[in-house]
């Protein structure tokens, strides 16, 4: 069966590691492992979605600013249309 009386299936063992190395790793240095461990369940969900919607806000602006600059490259390197004008002719050297 694999099941403890007290204690996590091995699936649900890597989804609260996976969660507190996020929180860890994202936390820029605000949360320890321990502190993280520690946490109460409902703490550290919430503090899991915070993080996960604030890079997921950072990952569409970055794809808005990429499809923004991919368009306006495109604009910039067509040429404009200028006629140039051959009218003048260079003074003669002495």
Do not use: E
């Given at each position: 069966?694999?099941?403890t009386f007290f204690g996590l299936t091995p699936e649900h063992?890597?989804?609260?590691?996976s969660q507190i190395h996020e929180i860890v790793y994202?936390?820029?240095g605000g949360y320890s492992w321990s502190d993280v461990y520690d946490m109460?369940?409902?703490l550290r969900?919430?503090?899991f979605r915070k993080?996960?919607?604030y890079i997921d806000k950072q990952n569409e602006e970055i794809e808005k600013q990429r499809n923004k600059s991919t368009n306006t490259t495109k604009a910039e390197?067509?040429?404009p249309a200028i006629k140039p004008d051959y009218s003048?002719?260079?003074?003669?050297?002495?």
């Open positions: 069966m694999g099941l063992r890597l989804g609260v590691f994202h936390g820029n109460p369940i409902w969900k919430f503090t993080i996960q919607d390197i067509s040429r003048f002719r260079a003074s003669p050297q002495k």
